[in-house]
């Protein structure tokens, strides 16, 4: 990609960013950790990537996206948000009584969202679904998952990859956001999955590690993703990432994985945000 592309989605980054913060900080609850260690990827699949309109977010024939990991709600939505789907805003109102915005995606109220998630497991197997039906009806619609590293000690995600692989969905992407953290603290003490490489090369995958940070990491994984298509095999992103990347005090930090920032956090955050935003507006 050209200087001027990474610059703008450095930017939309820097947007994204600010809606978890200030929205999560709004609900006085949510998940930022995890949303903002998933930035760069949202960012890059809805700018990128994806076949999708924000005018006609039910278009039969738009890419697929589901979060498997929902809880990290607040990342797509501002990513939804930031792109056209519903007024940037309405952030605000998450978690709220009434909102379209709740704890989770809801495909019945929020725009942009194409399967309610929360229950861990099953995001995978609902995109596994929506992928062998693109294949049955001959479409050439693709489908994305994103999933966290602790949720991988869902059996059912390992039963939705071997049904991906038996079934030869190659237009099924699957990316898993290893950050090493969890609600109750690193991945390896609580239920230790590593090493994911050869896990998913076993279950029939093709495989990629990135850094979940570069956008051109990510751009090499999605091509090799398009490579694949006809492969017969779904392809699996494995993206190193920092929980809470962006916001200093949230980085690496497993208490932020369900908290939100009070005011005086808040005022921090936006205040690095704002000049991390400086800094790339002057390069």
């Known amino acids: 990609m050209t200087p001027e592309e990474k610059k703008k989605l450095e930017l939309f980054a820097?947007?994204?960013?600010?809606?978890?913060?200030?929205?999560?900080?709004?609900?006085?609850?949510?998940?930022?950790?995890?949303?903002?260690?998933?930035?760069?990827?949202?960012?890059?699949?809805?700018?990128?990537e994806l076949r999708a309109d924000p005018k006609n977010p039910k278009d039969p024939n738009r890419d697929r996206f589901v979060l498997s990991k929902g809880h990290c709600a607040p990342g797509l939505y501002a990513t939804l948000a930031n792109k056209g789907f519903f007024p940037v805003k309405?952030?605000?109102?998450?978690?709220?009584?009434?909102?379209?915005?709740?704890?989770?995606?809801?495909?019945?109220?929020?725009?942009?969202v194409d399967m309610s998630t929360g229950s861990l497991g099953q995001g995978i197997s609902t995109a596994a679904g929506m992928a062998k039906a693109a294949k049955y009806l001959k479409s050439d619609v693709r489908v994305y998952t994103l999933l966290g590293d602790g949720e991988l000690a869902e059996g059912q995600v390992w039963e939705a990859t071997m049904f991906s692989a038996h079934y030869k969905l190659d237009n099924l992407c699957i990316?898993?956001?290893?950050?090493?953290?969890?609600?109750?603290?690193a991945t390896k003490d609580v239920m230790n999955t590593e090493p994911l490489?050869?896990?998913?090369?076993?279950?029939?995958?093709?495989?990629?590690?990135?850094?979940?940070q570069s956008f051109d990491d990510l751009e090499k994984a999605?091509?090799?993703f398009h490579d694949n298509q006809g492969s017969g095999k779904p392809t699996v992103i494995l993206m190193k990432?920092?929980?809470?990347?962006?916001?200093?005090?949230?980085?690496?930090?497993?208490?932020?994985?369900?908290?939100?920032?009070?005011d005086a956090e808040l005022e921090q955050a936006l205040k690095e945000l704002e000049d991390a935003r400086k800094k790339i507006e002057a390069a």
């Open 14 to 48: 820097v947007d994204v960013r600010e809606g978890i913060v200030k929205s999560t900080h709004a609900a006085k609850s949510g998940h930022p950790g995890g949303s903002l260690s998933a930035t760069e990827y949202y960012t890059y699949l809805y700018n990128k």
């Open 241 to 262: 990432t920092t929980k809470g990347k962006g916001v200093s005090y949230m980085e690496n930090q497993a208490g932020w994985h369900g908290k939100a920032p009070n």
């Open 197 to 212: 490489d050869k896990k998913f090369e076993a279950f029939g995958c093709n495989v990629i590690k990135i850094d979940g």
């Open 90 to 112: 309405d952030l605000l109102t998450l978690r709220h009584i009434g909102s379209y915005l709740q704890g989770h995606p809801n495909m019945n109220l929020t725009p942009g």
């Open 222 to 224: 999605f091509k090799f």
């Open 175 to 185: 990316t898993v956001d290893v950050n090493g953290l969890q609600i109750d603290g």
